[in-house]
């Protein structure tokens, strides 16, 4: 029985570390969704030796020349430029002009402004699911140290699984929530901004990958506490049987010794029950003593 605690706990305390290094790792990252805006592609400026896709050429390299009859080569949807896009709940970043790097600003400059409450909402809970997870491991932790009994093994265990299922459902909340501002953004957002096509990228993923990994932490953790309790109150139970067949056998009265052989039988029973991790049952077992009182 140990060592099935012993792995309950290291399972719990192993998935609550992928949970944390998951969160912090989609709350760190700006791809939460991605996709690609359609604009209008600038001048080509200076001399144009060879052909270039982000920028519209002209007959001339003199554009400054009013003599000059100047017409371009690109017509309907060469005219446009589909460039990249990814977002996170810190920072919106978009390909340049020359489609070489990205220009990044902030999620929240985008965000309508009677919207960003959404926004901070999503920010607080994400900040609250990290500290909590990272709280619910320091206590798995501190119960798997050797210095504390099983009461206080007990207490610990308790108020991590506890922390851990608070973080998972802030967690589900701030990512509802981001799914809620970035829609909102996309549909009332600055013009320069608004993308054409978009979808959710992998921090999302990750994010989602979190919370699983979080709430299996935290029925784990409440798994183990739960185990533990039954098997104290088997024990208590076991102890209180030998205690009244002891009693009977102090009386020294010849009629109870049929009640003595089968609370002896009942609890060798239990005990070969609980030696193989099965939770003993009183249905069809119930025994009632000279007094009628009924025992399992």
């Known amino acids: 029985m140990g060592i099935q605690r012993a792995q309950r706990a290291s399972l719990a305390l192993t998935l609550n570390y992928v949970a944390f290094a998951l969160a912090v790792s989609a709350v760190t990252t700006s791809y939460w969704c991605e996709g690609t805006r359609k604009v209008v592609k600038p001048f080509c400026m200076g001399p144009v030796k060879v052909k270039q896709t982000y920028c519209i050429r002209f007959n001339s390299s003199n554009i400054n020349d009013t003599r000059l009859v100047q017409y371009i080569y690109e017509t309907g949807e060469e005219k446009f430029l589909m460039r990249k ?28 402004d009677h919207e960003r409450g959404v926004l901070w909402l999503c920010i607080v809970a994400e900040c609250l699911y990290i500290a909590l997870l990272f709280t619910g491991g320091a206590l798995m932790v501190i119960e798997m140290c050797p210095c504390f009994n099983m009461i206080n093994r007990l207490k ?4 991590a699984a506890v922390c851990t299922a608070l973080s998972g459902l802030f967690g ?37 990958g979190s919370f699983g990994t979080c709430m299996g932490s935290a029925v784990t953790a409440l798994n183990r506490y739960t185990k533990t309790i039954i098997e104290f109150k088997f024990k208590r139970r076991t102890i209180e049987k030998k205690l009244r067949i002891k009693q009977i056998l102090e009386l020294d009265e010849p009629e109870d010794l049929w009640y003595i052989t089968s609370l002896q039988e009942q ?12 939770e003993p049952s009183c249905i069809n077992s119930t025994i009632l003593d000279n007094w009628g009182r009924a025992y399992c």
């Open 85 to 112: 896009f990814h977002a996170g709940i810190w920072f919106s970043c978009e390909q340049t002009m020359d489609l070489l790097g990205f220009n990044c600003r902030s999620f929240l400059e985008i965000a309508p």
């Open 156 to 159: 610990l265990n308790a108020f």
């Open 172 to 208: 589900m909340v701030a990512h509802m929530m981001f799914t809620t501002a970035f829609q909102l953004a996309v549909q009332l957002g600055p013009e320069d901004w608004r993308p054409k096509t978009w979808d959710y990228s992998w921090s999302y993923l990750l994010a989602w």
């Open 267 to 278: 609890a060798d029973q239990h005990a070969a029950l609980y030696v193989n991790g099965t």
